[in-house]
């Protein structure tokens, strides 16, 4: 399952993201990484934007980055 079906206010694992590395990179600075769990805030109106929180740490980003990440519920 990808982060984009996790329900409002769900909490998983990201077992794998399949971004280019610099994008990795960059996530991981904002503790979004493989093995980390995270928390489903909010969604936009139109479902293109999510934002989640990861060790205290809120990031926002595009449903296209989303599509990206798998996760697993916990």
């Known amino acids: 399952m990808t982060l984009n079906h996790v329900p409002l206010g769900g909490e998983c694992k990201i077992l794998k993201i399949s971004l280019a ?33 990861s060790e205290g740490v809120r990031v926002g980003f595009s449903e296209r980055i989303a599509e990206c990440i798998e996760v697993e519920s916990l």
């Open 21 to 53: 590395p610099i994008l990795t990179e960059r996530l991981f600075r904002l503790n979004v990484y493989q093995g980390a769990k995270v928390t489903l805030l909010g969604r936009s109106l139109r479902k293109k934007n999510i934002l989640l929180e």
